[in-house]
Nanobody
Framework: QVQLVESGGGLVQAGGSLRLSCAAS????????MTWFRQAPGKEREFVAA????????AYADSVKGRFAISTDNAKNTVYLQMNSLKAEDTAVYYC?????????????????WGQGTQVTVSS
């Protein structure tokens, strides 16, 4: 079992920045590909960013490319999502998810482990 706990969400003005953290415990963190998803009210959960288990490969949704950056610190068993130039449409609950293997996936149903989510609200 892997337990994931997100933190770092909050209220920020458009154009501002936030850094989300997802702390993992339970199993060997470096065996897991980690991904951030988000879900806005009334919308489906959508892929945001993924990082491979080695940390050497990343992928981003087109809507956040160039503004968000995903990274890991294996010594701290933590994955981060640095969010810059935030827009009102980035408002959502952000979830981290993990799955065994090298690569992440854009499909939420392919992930076994989920955090509880952290709210990000961007005011325009």
């Amino acid at each position: 079992q892997v337990q994931l706990v997100e933190s770092g969400g909050g209220l920020v003005q458009a154009g501002g920045s936030l850094r989300l953290s997802c702390a993992a415990s339970g199993r060997t963190f470096s065996n897991y590909a980690m991904t951030w998803f988000r879900q806005a009210p009334g919308k489906e959960r959508e892929f945001v960013a993924a990082i491979s288990s080695s940390g050497g490969s990343t992928a981003y949704a087109d809507s956040v490319k160039g503004r968000f950056a995903i990274s890991t610190d294996n010594a701290k068993n933590t994955v981060y999502l640095q969010m810059n130039s935030l827009k009102a449409e980035d408002t959502a609950v952000y979830y981290c998810a993990g799955r065994v293997g090298y690569s992440g996936s854009t499909k939420p149903w392919e992930y076994r482990y989920w955090g509880q989510g952290t709210q990000v609200t961007v005011s325009s």
